[in-house]
């Protein structure tokens, strides 16, 4: 009884991880996206750099740990997961609920997270491991990357392009939403406007992911699940929820620009800052034998196969429907062989 006990109570914890993620996701794309519209900046710088950072913390905060306490395989396959889950489940989840139209300012974005993963992923499969060199590397090229996001014009002018701009919110909001919001005023009575909800977003998600994600370890480990595998599978799917909860969020509140935006900056993140930090406090890798090969091919495959789909589409970079259909069949085909490996 013992076992089944320990095991009920870790899915009750993962179960409340996701209750605050929920509500932490809410609150971050409602003050985002006014925030956005007050003064006037673009969705998508909102979402690659206040987003993006900020749904990327549980993967900052669960690297950490693990690194610190010597483990940083745990980590930096949550990293490689978290990547590939952004760019098969999220996105693809996103785009089968509504096509996303990648405009100019998203656009802008893309080179930079190609060369993030792209750089993460080769350091791994060039050595296996990681060095904490190599992590100053990662480190340096996150400064180049985040100037790279706030150099568009329309971000630091706070002159948003046709196109660019918020839609309006109208009607009355959801009693979800004035619930949520009347909560948060008893919380912070004195707080007004956006800040207040983007702080209480931040808060509710890495306190959710790290709920969360502890209850989807424990019940890994009483599976009996490698580490390694840990990473790459329960605690990528379980740090990747805050950009799934936002993605939804955002999308009902008609802002798939924000989703785009949040899933580039969250994996120029995860893979420069996040993977820089690991490796400083412990170098390391995710695996013996084929396992780096395996993952990292998994993570810059999807990686490549959204920004084709976006390149490639006949309706002005769009991504249609069907193509997030196949990148969520892309992600369920590959997860197995991750598993495998």
Known sequence: MGVPLRMAGDVVIALVGLALLLAGSHWLVAGSSRLAARR??????????????????????????????????????????????????????????????????????????????GLFGSLLLTGGTIQRWEGGVLLATMIVATWWLLRDPEAAGGKPGTGDRPRAETGEPPALDLWLDAAARRLVPRSRGEMWR??????????????????????????????????????????????????????????????????????????????GIVVLVHPGGIGSDGTPWVAAGVMMGLMLLAVGFLATSRSRRRLERWEGAALLAGYAVALPFILMS
């Open 198 to 275: 983007m702080t209480l977003g931040l808060v509710g998600i890495v306190a959710g992911a790290q709920v969360s994600v502890e209850g989807f370890t424990g019940i890994a480990a009483r599976l009996g699940i490698a580490t390694g595998l840990v990473g790459l599978s329960l605690v990528a799917v379980g740090t990747s929820l805050p950009e799934l909860a936002t993605a939804l969020v955002g999308i009902r509140r008609g802002q798939p620009l924000l989703t785009l935006g949040n899933l580039l900056g969250s994996n120029i993140f995860n893979s420069l800052a996040i993977g």
């Open 40 to 117: 006037g900046m673009s969705p998508v710088v909102v979402g690659a750099v206040i987003l993006g950072f900020g749904t990327s913390m549980p993967e900052l905060v669960v690297g950490v740990t693990a690194a610190a306490q010597g483990d940083p395989a745990l980590g930096l396959g949550g990293i490689v997961g978290s990547n590939a889950a952004n760019m098969g489940l999220v996105l693809g989840v996103a785009a089968v609920a509504t096509p996303i139209a990648a405009d100019r300012s998203a656009w802008w974005r893309v080179p930079a997270s190609l060369v993030a993963v």
